[in-house]
């Protein structure tokens, strides 16, 4: 079974892999990939063994063809259809986040319950009433939804997400959310993360 933390650098990897192709680059090394991303040479041949035979031994990994290979074990060719839940502070800042689209995913909608906002267009994707959800879900094919409300809501959302179909949630709520096993989910507490910054530091300030 291939651990977590793997498939958490995949997208590291096709994240560098990205931007040599935009410098030009055709053949990386291990060595070289690790240097960019500041993991071990046999970590990432280790990685990429996991998904089969890549690159040339004494030649290294083609880019564009490694590139291309990570993007598929990733699914992003699948261009997975999402929806944003909330038009707060954050759920605005991800609904004009570009790098979605670069990625191929494609912002469809966006849902609120706040009448000033129904109607709007952001980054292309209109808001529409909660209301709507089931409908917009499936109208648009919608793969995935983000939650980006606050925490009160949270697990109604969710609930109203799973009811409309969609497959697989990106959580920024702070709690705890229950759906069936057969939603993904992928929880995004941005406390969490600050929290563990804090730890580490303070443990510097403590020496």
């Known amino acids: 079974m291939i651990s977590k933390a793997t498939i958490d650098r ?3 990897y096709f994240r560098a ?13 291990s060595e070289e990939l690790g240097k960019r991303l500041g993991i071990t040479p046999e970590q990432i041949r280790k ?5 089969g035979q890549f690159g040339k031994k004494g030649v290294g990994y083609y880019v564009r063809e490694l590139l291309r290979n990570i993007g598929d ?3 992003l060719h699948y261009n997975w ?12 800042a991800l609904s004009n986040y570009r790098n979605f689209t670069s990625l191929g995913f494609n912002f469809a909608a966006i849902f609120d319950v706040d009448p000033d906002k129904i109607g709007l267009h952001i980054n292309g994707a209109q808001v529409f009433h909660v209301n709507e959800m089931e409908k917009i879900v499936r109208e648009k ?21 799973v009811a ?13 959310i229950t759906v069936p096993n057969s939603v993904y989910i992928i929880n995004e ?8 910054l804090s730890y580490y530091l303070s443990r510097r300030i403590t020496k």
């Not at 892999?17 to 090394?29: A, D, F, G, K, P």
């Not at 259809?81 to 605005?92: E, K, P, R, Y």
């Not at 094919?141 to 997400?161: C, F, R, S």
């Open 47 to 51: 990685d990429l063994a996991s998904f």
């Open 164 to 176: 409309s179909g969609i497959r697989g949630i990106w959580n920024f709520a702070p709690r705890k």
């Open 73 to 75: 074990i990733l699914g």
């Open 141 to 161: 094919n919608i793969h995935i939804g983000i939650i980006a409300v606050p925490e009160a809501h949270a697990q109604a959302v969710a609930d109203k997400l």
């Open 81 to 92: 259809n999402f929806a944003i839940v909330g038009v707060g502070h954050l759920g605005w």
């Open 10 to 12: 995949l997208p590291l």
């Open 189 to 196: 507490d941005l406390s969490v993360g600050l929290s563990s």
């Open 17 to 29: 892999l990205r931007l040599m192709q935009r410098e030009e680059v055709e053949i990386v090394s």
